[in-house]
């Protein structure tokens, strides 16, 4: 799929009391208390790409997302390492939630000075999320400018026309409380997360064209012994699906996979949209791959507080896998953002959380200005970056040959350093920067996959469908890994590159763009496309 969709804004909401201005904090209301600035929460180069068109109404509703410092970062960062990495003595020893909140959640006084300032603003405080680094509130326009001290205003977007609102400068909170805090998410709602749709292509062996299940099992060598029963699939989404086009693909092609359980986060994602192909593709993939696997679907809001309050909702349900297939390029969101997303997902990694991020169906040139730049959060070094690529079955279903997908996104992070475990293959074009992507799988619209959606079927493509194949590899994976008494997969990084191309297709032709596919690692497949079989055996042997 190549077509970019922008999804709703922050929604607007019942009006709510004001609460009380509690004792302890009466004082911190006051406009001469000491205020520090929250650096990384304003959008960089606001005035140059966009015209400012007045005040945002003081009545409209707002949701924000305050990420708390976690405490002994540099030791949880190290933790992190060891039980990621197959050559540790830790490896695999994952955090409960309660653990992980003793060892580095914030205390629950720290927790409630952040409440309590909040209330005190008159802001409703939602929940304090598992971890204690994530605090949700809502409250109206005036409510929140005065508690975070920064002016919200209209703006209108130079090259898209596309209205939003944004903070005009950096937030401030009294010196006391920003001590705890390390963004806050929601000031503005500029950024929507995009995903991918479906492409008019020749048809293959599906009804309405696209690889069908037995075709994709059978080019990426997954067997029938493993299915991922007694596994569960968490699917980030921000729009919704119709149990009858699953149940549609499932009969058709024999699945006997159980309907998906829906949380929504947030009240939800809204009617349904352009983005409903999204969802059914994520879900219809992941049961052809995997279809004993339970699948619950977060539906979440298209704003930046419903971005970080989504992912950080998968963690607290603590389902072991999640494919992520929205994304938006690192040049256009906040550092405060990507910080927050980013500690939601250490906290996953911590825990023994994997994440399978589609890299984007840009090319090496994600964010579309003429350079090269990577999506996120799929250059996040806690989330496993999925590629693109063109598939050949053979007459039989068995793999016959791969290249890299033209349409894959790869580069180099302008964010985050190259993690440890990246090292070994190292490029001189990464500049020490967090390589992407890590793996790939069948990606290219021609063939694509086949699926049912919105009441027809179609063929459609994208790294948003090979996100989901490598998800569903991986809930098949700790389906073979609890049989034979091991540990989870987590965060999957170290252990695939520990692999060292053992159990990988090898992709060596083909471009993106700006880079090329070559032997071993590179630019536009990662390590390649999985061997179910031979790669599960190899990790099973680390």
């Known amino acids: 799929m190549t077509l970019r969709r922008k999804l709703l804004a922050v929604t607007a909401a019942p009006a709510l009391l004001v609460a009380a201005v509690p004792a302890a904090y009466a004082a911190t209301a006051h406009p001469q208390a000491a205020r520090t600035t929250l650096a990384g929460n304003v959008l960089p180069g606001l005035g140059a790409h966009a015209v400012r068109t007045g005040d945002l109404a003081s009545s409209d509703r707002i949701s924000v997302a305050v990420s708390l410092a976690p405490r002994d970062a540099k030791g949880l960062d190290a933790f992190v390492a060891q039980v990621s990495d197959p050559h540790s003595a830790q490896y695999g020893h994952y955090l409960t939630k309660a653990q992980f909140a003793a060892r580095y959640g914030r205390s629950d006084a720290d927790v409630k000075k952040v409440t309590d300032y909040l209330r005190g603003h008159g802001l409703t405080v939602g929940t304090a999320h598992s971890g204690n680094l994530l605090v949700d509130a809502h409250g109206t326009a005036a409510q929140v400018q005065r508690a975070f001290g920064a002016h919200l205003s209209t703006w209108k977007d130079s090259s898209t026309g596309r209205s939003f609102y944004a903070n005009d400068a950096a937030p401030t909170l009294p010196t006391g409380i920003a001590s705890l805090v390390t963004a806050v998410s929601g000031l503005d709602n500029r950024a929507q997360l995009h995903h991918q749709a479906p492409a008019s292509v020749t048809p293959h062996n599906g009804p309405g064209g696209g690889y069908t299940p037995a075709q994709i099992k059978g080019g990426y060598n997954v067997g029938g012994t493993y299915t991922g029963s007694g596994q569960k699939v968490a699917l980030l989404e921000f729009d919704g699906f119709q149990q009858s086009n699953i149940t549609t693909y499932d009969s058709h092609y024999g699945l006997s996979s159980a309907a998906p359980t829906v949380q929504k986060v947030d009240g939800g994602s809204g009617p349904l949209g352009g983005g409903q192909v999204e969802v059914e593709l994520d879900i219809e ?258």
């Open 285 to 542: 993939v992941i049961n052809a791959v995997a279809p004993g696997a339970a699948i619950t679907v977060f539906e979440g809001p298209n704003s930046d507080a419903g971005e970080v309050e989504t992912y950080q909702a998968i963690v607290d349900s603590g389902i072991p896998v999640t494919s992520i297939s929205w994304g938006l390029a690192e040049t256009e969101r906040t550092s405060a953002n990507i910080s927050a997303v980013d500690a939601v997902f250490k906290q996953g990694a911590a825990e023994g959380l994997s994440f399978f991020a589609a890299s984007g169906d840009s090319g090496s040139d994600d964010a579309g200005t003429g350079g090269t730049s990577v999506d996120y959060p799929a250059s996040d070094p806690y989330v496993t970056g999925v590629g693109g690529t063109t598939l050949t079955v053979t007459s039989a279903n068995a793999w016959s040959r791969e290249t890299a997908w033209s349409g894959g996104g790869g580069g180099k992070s302008s964010v985050f350093a190259i993690p440890s475990w990246q090292t070994p293959v190292q490029k001189s074009q990464g500049g020490g920067k967090r390589q992407v992507p890590d793996v790939a799988a069948l990606a290219n619209p021609s063939p694509g996959v086949s699926i049912y959606s919105q009441g027809s079927w179609g063929q459609v493509g994208g790294t948003s469908a090979a996100a989901p194949e490598w998800a569903a590899f991986a809930a098949v994976y700790n389906q073979q890994a609890a049989a034979a008494g091991h540990a989870r997969l987590g965060a999957a990084d170290p252990a695939l590159y520990a692999a060292s191309g053992t159990g990988f297709h090898d992709i060596t032709s083909g471009s993106n763009g700006a880079y090329s596919a070559g032997t071993g690692w590179d630019f536009t497949t990662g390590w390649g496309s999985y061997n179910a079989a031979t790669l599960a055996a190899k990790l099973l042997s680390q």
